[in-house]
């Protein structure tokens, strides 16, 4: 089955430490991106990447990082310099650049110990 | 302000009533609208798109946008207690290209069996 695999589903990390997030794609596509999603605030875009080797910062990238060494895999890194990490991750790709049809992985919740 | 506003809810129906969701917009650039269906702990599903102004029809959901109002709506026919969840509308200035997507902050609905 194609799709999109987040893993793993829950997290927790202490205070100061880095995780890293993995989101994993079998649907060929090109663009592939990270959300944040908190209550009352909607999805806010983190990174985006629209080939492999390349990705841009979206509206609230500090504090993370992210690589994009193959065409499946997009992981993202919370670095202890993000303040506020506990959140529901949402990692999503589309084909191409027609980003009209998102699809997305079943998420990440992060929590902070 | 906002570039998408959406109530919030919750917003709670009988089964077998007609279900309206809206959100509305400021940037008039938007073209390209979204609804996503996102049940709880879950990563958001499409459910359609709708290109411009005028009406789209899946099933028993309807997808209206009116331009000129700045304003979209999501109908839901026949609503089904499996329709209950967070409804995320979205939009988009184009459908290629570097444009991101703008969420909505989700509409959460239950359909009382």
């Known amino acids: 089955d194609g799709g999109i695999t987040q893993s793993p589903k829950y997290l927790f990390r202490k205070e100061g430490q880095n995780v890293t997030l993995s989101c994993e794609q079998n649907?060929?596509?090109?663009?592939m991106y990270w959300y944040r999603q908190d209550p009352g605030q909607g999805l806010r875009l983190i990174y985006y990447s629209q080939i492999v080797n390349d990705f841009q910062k979206g509206d609230i990238a500090e504090g993370y990082s992210v690589s994009r060494e193959k065409k499946e895999s997009f992981p993202l890194t919370v670095t202890s310099a993000q303040k506020n990490p506990t959140a529901f991750y949402l990692c999503?790709?589309?084909?191409?650049?027609?980003?009209?049809?998102?699809?997305f992985g079943q998420g990440t919740r992060l929590t902070v110990v | 302000q906002k570039e998408v506003e959406q109530d919030p809810g919750p917003l709670s129906v009988p089964e077998g009533a007609i279900v309206s969701l809206n959100c509305t917009y400021s940037n008039s650039a938007f073209q390209y609208f979204m609804w996503y269906r996102q049940y709880s702990r879950k990563g958001p599903e499409l459910l359609m798109y709708t290109y411009s102004s005028g009406n789209k029809e899946d099933g028993r959901f309807t997808a209206q946008v009116d331009k000129s109002s700045k304003y979209i709506s999501l109908f839901i026919r026949d609503s089904q207690p499996s329709d209950s969840a967070t409804y995320l509308c979205a939009m988009i200035p184009s459908n290629f290209g570097n444009e991101k997507l703008t969420f909505g902050t989700g509409t959460r609905l239950t359909i009382i069996p």
């Open positions: 649907l060929n596509h090109d663009a």
């Open positions: 999503a790709s589309s084909f191409g650049q027609m980003n009209t049809e998102a699809f």
